[in-house]
């Protein structure tokens, strides 16, 4: 049962353009999200978060929308670089959960920003 | 000087033979993990420790078991190899639940069981 869902495998841009990389969730219970970024033969990194009392988190080029009624969230690259080419992943936790500290990940976008 | 440090970072082996992988941080923070990457390419939660307690433990089989002799260490062996068992496994770590700051993750090793 995939809680949290990146229905497109991948996505390919111009240099300098927006990217948007979008991500569902079916748990109602998930109230804070988290994007990482990975490049081949490394782990995944930390990009930005967002907890459901927000509807937008910003940090330098990188923007997360959260539409908590739609169970949706986007991540924004403005502009782009080839750089930004990696696979991306969405994640979902409950900040509230006890002791789990669990995170639900999605599948993965790879992002392609050509020159 | 690497945060989150795996070793090896391919293993190939044998169906049946016992493996272990060994993880390292020195962020200095107080939980650790162990993801898996299928085939499928989905990251799931197998381990989580704090301060050398466990606190997740999802339905891996018993003959995964991880051991955190401290909070910079968590390994995990893992007992009669299946081919199925063949993935990327990712260890990682954070400061409480890594919600500001997010996991500060390994660079994963490869696992194939032949």
């Known amino acids: 049962d995939q809680q949290v869902k990146q229905n497109s495998p991948s996505l390919s841009v111009q240099e300098g353009r927006i990217s948007i990389l979008n991500c569902d969730y079916t748990n109602s219970m998930f109230d804070y999200f988290l994007w990482y970024k990975k490049y081949p033969a490394e782990g995944p990194t930390f990009l930005i978060s967002i907890s459901s009392i927000k509807d937008k988190n910003e940090d330098g080029r990188f923007t997360v929308f959260l539409n908590k009624s739609a169970k949706h969230l986007s991540l924004h690259i403005v502009p782009s670089q080839p750089g930004d080419s990696a696979v991306y992943f969405c994640a979902a936790s409950v900040l509230g959960g006890g002791s789990n500290y669990k995170l639900t990940f999605g599948k993965g976008t790879l992002l392609t920003v050509n020159p | ?114």
């Open chain 2, 1 to 114: 000087d690497t945060a989150v440090s795996q070793t090896p970072k391919y293993l190939v082996t044998q169906m049946g033979n016992d493996k272990s992988i060994k993880c390292e941080q020195n962020l200095g923070h107080d939980t650790m993990y162990w993801y898996k990457q299928d085939s499928k390419k989905f990251l799931k939660i197998m381990f989580s420790y704090n301060n050398k307690e466990l606190i997740i433990n999802e339905t891996v089989p018993n003959r995964f078991s991880p051991k955190s002799p401290d909070k910079a260490h968590l390994n995990l062996h893992i007992n009669s190899l299946e081919l199925g068992d063949s993935a990327v496994y990712f260890c990682a770590s954070s400061q409480g639940r890594g919600y500001f700051y997010g996991y500060t993750f390994g660079s994963g090793t490869r696992l194939t069981v032949v």
